[in-house]
RNA sequence: GUGCUUGUAGCUCAGUUGGAUAGAGCGUUUCCCUCCGAAGGAAAAGGCCGUGCGUUCGAAUCGCAUCAAGCACACCA
């Protein structure tokens, strides 16, 4: 890639000249302290290093360092000009005609990087209780996470995703309590929730039970003696919605792990006499506690209640020791933010259990705020509760896909409906999802026929589809030679695609494929307004053709394949 | 009170790991279709990078302090 090719061309030119002798005492200079950098301004040129951080070693001014490297480069195909502490790189056409290449030659695959280490990664986000719908904050970590796959899996990543079900404890029971009183209300009879504020929250008041009750009693006469039978009716029932919600956000899981069957495999009690087996389990109050703070948590957890029962963190660590168990170098996890308090103690037990903390990775995300008619709405409070499946609805899978996946999972995210919803270029996805049309609409013209709108006249086709299919498959780097200066932007534009790929996938940030998407777009809707691609010059023609079908395959493999998004062509 | 996250243009946010004159989009103003999708493009205006010290050749970026906002501090899950 030109960025690479520029770095070392560079650090040749430096080697030699330390073999010269040139650059005063170099012994500690090792290889990677050259960092390749976009200009600000463009003038400059593409590509940019600046020299000052060698200046440290050969006691040397920034300037002379830049202009001793400059002589011994030995490239004549670029332009490499100096200017104070740096060395500024102008790609040649050559350069930049290969990498139209190399996109034809990798077509899917291109950004891939070449040697990573693979990791076999299980990748686990939602993880909700399964006692109701998923409200809009579970949406973020659903597009968030499924994206994330995405990215890590074409990095070059094994990826196991996994959604953990909360189902165990005591909100199972609550569940089942308030689909009782729903079916007693289908039933006829005059019941209702309690209205005592802290009655009330032993029950889901919530609309959602009264399908399931109504669903209950098509195939039941009544109310069953023990309430576990109507826990497992609506736990089954909310489970199967989260599924299908979530297939239909286009969020496909692996497995999804029930806390429940590890209570009942003995996973949890084996995991509690291992802890205690470590010396780091001890009494007190009738508890039992785990010594966390041996580890780095800031106070000592309880790991069995004084009634005997386990707490969830118990399971949890059990359902890490698991996932060890289960052969995956690195475990992630996305987290709400208010889970953060959580990560240290998790990571506690996993050492004292002797396992590496580091191969826990917790992502903890902020939540969202949703902003309606340009006025925040603060989630969280029961009477605002938005859920996922209307917000889908309302602006659609895609959109909502990408607003949930555009900002750094670090900021709280405020999602605007209306914004969301407009087929204009406020809306980013739209914008985007608009170049991928239009350079399929243009591809399109190559080869039809084109029809004069005022005489009716025909007249043949710019390109026949044979020679259009030949342009495709069989890419010649010199026929996109004539438009090469045209279009340097848009050109380094999809050489940025690899490294953004990269760091996209080592940070675990997806909001940067977002945001490339975007420039992405922006750079070749203005090359459109400045060039006309189908014309009588059949060179620059056929030059500008494979420049769109590139566009298209880089906006189409990151929409797509990463994104999760249509790239569609015709909108 | 303690911990985590965030303060950058009127609004929403970037800032490639410490480098050149601080960058986008929206909004505002002006211009661009006889012609491949104007659902687009070109340009202008708009900044004490929350505040104050410090670290060094050099700070939006690192450290300390401080102010403001959000979240969390259970024998709940």
Redesign the pocket.
Known sequence: MIKDYFLNSLETALENAIKDNKLGAMQEYTKGTL?V?????PD?GDY?V?V??L?RFAKIAPPQIADTIKKYVNDDDNKYTV??G?I?FKAGEKLLSNLIRKIFEKKSDFGKPENIQPEKIILEYISA?PTGPFHIGHGRWAAMGSVLANLLKFYGHEVYQEFYI?D????IQKLGNSLAIRIRQELGENVDFPTDETERKNYYPGDYLIPVAKKYLQTHKGLPEDVKELSDFAKKEMEDLQKALLDNFNVHFDNFYS?LTLHNSGKVEECVNKLKASGKIYE????KWFKSSDYGD?QDR?IK???G?N???TADIAYHIDKLQRGFDRMINIWG??????VARVKASIEALGYDPNKLEVL?G??VNLVIDGNEV?M?KRKNMVTLEDLINEVGVDSTRFWMSM??I?????FDIELAKK????N?I??VQ?AH??AC??LR?VVAEKIDTQTGEKSSAPMSQKDFEQLVNGFDADIVLPTVETARKLILKLEEYK?VIK?SA??RQV??IC?YV?ELA?EF??F???????SDDKDMMKARISLVWAVKTVLHNALQDILGVNAPE??
């Not at 165990?168 to 909100?171: F, M, R, T």
């Open positions: 960092t950098e976009r200009p600000k301004n400059f940019a600046n000052s951080s200046a200017i104070g740096f500024n209780n909360n165990a404890g005591s909100q806390e007190k109050d009738g508890a800031d309880v209640k004084a009634d029962s707490t969830y963190l933010a208010d889970h953060h308090g959580y903890l902020q939540l603060r969280g900002r750094n670090d900021t709280t995210l405020d087929n204009t270029d406020e980013p739209f914008y608009y049309a239009r609409s243009i013209n490294s760091m080592e940070t909001y940067t945001r975007q922006s809707h203005s459109y307004n400045a060039n006309r691609v189908i015709k909108m």
